[in-house]
């Protein structure tokens, strides 16, 4: 008997759920019948004015569709490395968002016989070798030169400066200066040292040397000698 009962609360569920389900499909059927949900409106967020126009040949596609139906999250748009990601938002009730965010050079550099941007996101981009003032020597991991490439952006404030990068240290030239430096995570600390307090001390620096665990070593001449 109580396995009868609950075969037929089953029943009375499933039948329940299956006519509420139809409920709903005749529910959105209709609506879209009046054209409330249908796209008419496609923003399209990017700075890039190439990219931008691709997207709007895309977004063309898209108007009067029924925004519950269409599935934005999974199309790719355009084919571009310097794209970081597309984001898709669904406005309702009428209105789809696209955001582009595209990656960001950190700096140019050679390695061997081969150029690459190196982007804010780490990723390597093939280049040309026009214009390179980072060269990374071959034994160089990946790892070491996403290290440097943290220094690199808050020392680095000269576009023109000259980098070399090692395995065990780097190396940067600005004008006649030229800084050494290691990738432990104390070398801000003696950076910070270094440009604060003793930077102002000297008339003419022609090297810092900041590779040493608590060692700072300027070759330079002292104000007032």
């Not at 499933?14 to 796209?39: Q, R």
């Not at 009067?64 to 310097?82: G, Q, S, T, Y």
């Not at 968002?97 to 950190?106: P, T």
């Not at 190196?118 to 390597?124: A, H, I, V």
Request: hydrophobic share 40%; aromatic share 14%.
């Amino acid at each position: 008997m109580n396995k009868i009962k609950a075969l037929m609360k089953f029943i009375l569920f499933l039948s329940i759920l299956i006519s509420a389900i139809y409920g709903i499909k005749e529910l959105i059927s209709l609506i879209d019948d009046t054209g409330y949900f249908s796209i008419k409106e496609v923003d399209i967020v990017c700075a890039d004015e190439q990219l931008k126009g691709k997207l709007e040949e895309y977004s063309s596609k898209l108007k009067n569709k029924n925004i519950f139906f269409v599935n934005i999250e999974k199309v790719d748009i355009v084919d571009n490395k310097w794209i970081k990601n597309i984001e898709f938002n669904r406005l309702f009730p009428d209105k789809i968002k696209i955001v582009i965010n595209k990656r960001k050079s950190l700096f140019k550099y050679k390695k061997g016989s081969k150029c690459y941007y190196l982007t804010d996101d780490l990723k390597k981009i093939a280049s040309n070798c026009e214009d390179v003032n980072v060269a990374v020597k071959e034994l160089t991991s990946d790892d070491i030169l996403f290290k440097f490439s943290r220094f690199y952006q808050k020392i680095a404030k000269n576009k023109d400066v000259v980098a070399e990068v090692n395995p065990f240290y780097f190396k940067i030239t600005d004008g006649q200066k030229v800084l050494y430096g290691s990738y432990d995570k104390n070398f801000f600390g003696r950076y910070k040292i270094y440009k604060e307090n003793l930077h102002s001390m000297y008339n003419k620096i022609e090297r810092v040397d900041l590779r040493i665990e608590d060692k700072i070593y300027i070759k330079g001449v002292l104000n007032g000698a």
